[in-house]
């Protein structure tokens, strides 16, 4: 039982370059997010898809896009990534109705230099 | 202000001891609470969730909530090195669908 699997789990980008964060869940969970963490800020929403075929915004949108590829898979593009975007990223999954809380997956380190 | 307050730490204690986090938050419509465990360099893992005031017990950790003080406490009794970690306070709204609010999380460590 895989979870919610991210890849990659380590990235280095230099400042202007682009890249995709991979996310994919196996639980049928309908509702998907996209997290970053930093040193005294906590989890903050990037983005989130609260069904297939939606996405919307979520507190620290700016210089990210999303895209839900079908229930399973929610990836997060960084189009010109600068050095503020380094960061960990987790991507995340719960059942729409199930106030249970997420399952989050292990995270991607990135360093923007 | 923050919807959520948590006190980062770091908390250290002695193993074997009586571990108290807490959180308050200054919105009074969340109902669902919860505290997840994060270990280094992992993802937040679901420790407890609770609906209404009261206690929750499971295991060596107790949930309480205070709705009356939007206050909400995580204690963890006979405290291991394995506890070492950080402790995410989170609240949910309610309804059809959850945008979870997440305290800054706790650092423990608990020594041997």
């Known amino acids: 039982n895989a979870g919610v699997t991210q890849t990659p789990k380590f990235q280095v980008l230099k400042t202007g370059q682009s890249m995709t964060l991979q996310c994919a869940q196996d639980?049928?969970?309908?509702?998907m997010y996209w997290y970053r963490q930093d040193p005294g800020m906590g989890l903050r929403l990037i983005y989130y898809s609260a069904s297939e075929g939606t996405t919307d915004k979520g507190e620290v949108p700016n210089g990210y896009n999303v895209s839900r590829l079908n229930k399973r898979e929610f990836s997060l593009r960084l189009e010109s990534a600068a050095p503020s975007q380094t960061s960990v990223y987790f991507c995340?999954?719960?059942?729409?109705?199930?106030?249970?809380?997420?399952?989050f997956g292990s995270g991607t380190r990135l360093t923007v230099v | 202000q923050k919807e959520v307050e948590q006190d980062p730490g770091p908390l250290s204690v002695p193993e074997g001891a009586i571990v108290s986090l807490n959180c308050t938050y200054s919105n009074s419509a969340f109902q669902y609470f919860m505290w997840y465990r994060q270990y280094s360099r992992k993802g937040p893992e679901l420790l407890m969730y609770t609906y209404s005031s009261g206690n929750k017990e499971d295991g060596r950790f107790t949930a309480q909530v205070d709705k009356s003080s939007k206050y909400i406490s995580l204690f963890i009794r006979d405290s291991q090195p394995s506890d070492s970690a950080t402790y995410l306070c989170a609240m949910i709204i309610g309804g059809g669908y959850q945008k979870v609010t997440f305290g800054i999380g706790t650092k423990l460590q608990v020594i041997p």
């Open positions: 995340a999954s719960s059942e729409v109705g199930q106030a249970g809380g997420y399952t």
């Open positions: 639980m049928n969970h309908n509702s």
